[in-house]
């Protein structure tokens, strides 16, 4: 018997009990005491594992979540997706009032050729599942702090939020009373095949998650790096074994943070002279280099078989090839 530790569950029925609670208490003995029966167990973080062995006695292997399939877009399949978005969401639209095809608020297409609008909007996305542990007022007021401040060496901004849950109804409300000059908000449910290509068509994602253990990881990252795109992330104890602040993303800790952000990262938004987002965009590519099988092959099956894995995935020569180590290297990432 395996387990592989997510969360604890413990933790995130204290988002709804307090903590002294006695279901909270039945819950966190449950875990402990079962978990130290299995044979093998895998965490999502290597500081998930430090806990898992300094509390409760479990060793645990780290096996990161890396993305399993890379999505890419050319520009005319990112104009075919707005425009069939637009159907049921305006603000991926033109804004004339004529129903042409040719034009959408990020493309247009003349002579057979799709080509980015000049002076397009910039493209945010957040999902989210609208639960408790997502504070969706401080990306509200990050866009009320750019919206406020921005200046013509800015663009404006369209913001996505992508998902359905509890407190849809309740943020939907928060959205409407607002009054924005420069940004635009849409709460949108999207079929399945749609989700990942709005990731890879956006510009950068934004991740509101903040763990009940603060140990684990969010896995809507995950899904925009495999996108190809960066990720301003609420900050929290081991989010940096996913995001490396200036590398791959930018870590924030409240609204005015991720605020300054926004105002930084899209000033002259479009030209050459704006380097942040292609910075951060490399760091992603360096991030999606190591897909989920290679790791899954090197952490996770040789719990399963050793020798199998030795015998049958190739020579050491063959392993040094496409990663610049060899695949024959010490198999467990043992925290």
């Not at 003349?110 to 408790?132: C, F, H, M, N, Y």
């Not at 030795?310 to 010490?330: A, H, P, W």
């Amino acid at each position: 018997m395996i387990i592989d530790w997510h969360n604890y569950g413990y933790t995130i029925l204290q988002l709804r009990q307090s903590p002294n609670s006695i279901l909270v208490r039945i819950a966190k003995k449950i875990e402990r005491t079962f978990g130290r029966l299995a044979d093998d167990n895998f965490c999502v973080t290597n500081a998930m594992s430090c806990d898992l062995n300094d509390s409760w006695y479990i060793k645990a292997y780290s096996l990161h979540d890396r993305p399993s399939v890379l999505t890419t877009l050319s520009i005319r399949q990112k104009h075919n997706l707005f425009n069939r978005l637009k159907a049921s969401y305006p603000v991926f639209g033109s804004n004339s009032k004529v129903d042409d095809d040719s034009v959408t608020a990020f493309t247009k297409e003349e002579d057979g050729k799709v080509q980015q609008l000049i002076g397009r909007p910039a493209l945010i996305i957040s999902s989210t599942s609208w639960t408790p542990d997502e504070d969706f007022s401080v990306l509200l007021s990050a866009l009320i702090k750019y919206d406020q401040e921005c200046t013509t060496d800015h663009p404006d901004i369209v913001c996505a939020i992508t998902g359905n849950g509890p407190q849809k109804s309740y943020y939907q409300g928060k959205i409407a009373e607002l009054k924005f000059s420069h940004v635009r908000i849409v709460t949108c449910w999207l079929e399945p095949q749609d989700y990942p290509k709005l990731l890879a068509a956006s510009d950068l994602g934004v991740s509101l998650h903040f763990s009940s253990s603060g140990l684990d990881l969010p896995m809507k990252v995950v899904d925009m790096f495999a996108a190809g795109i960066p990720v301003c992330a609420r900050n929290f104890k081991c989010l940096k074994e996913l995001v490396i602040h200036g590398k791959n993303g930018c870590v924030f800790d409240d609204s005015d943070h991720l605020g300054r952000q926004f105002l930084t990262m899209f000033k002259k938004f479009g030209s050459k002279q704006n380097k942040h987002l292609s910075i951060l965009r490399s760091g992603v590519e360096h991030f999606r280099k190591l897909p989920w099988h290679y790791h899954w092959r090197h952490v996770a099956l040789p719990i399963f078989d050793d020798e199998y894995v030795f015998k049958d995935y190739g020579s050491e020569d063959e392993g040094t090839s496409q990663f610049g180590q060899s695949n024959l290297g010490t198999p467990r990432n043992m925290i």
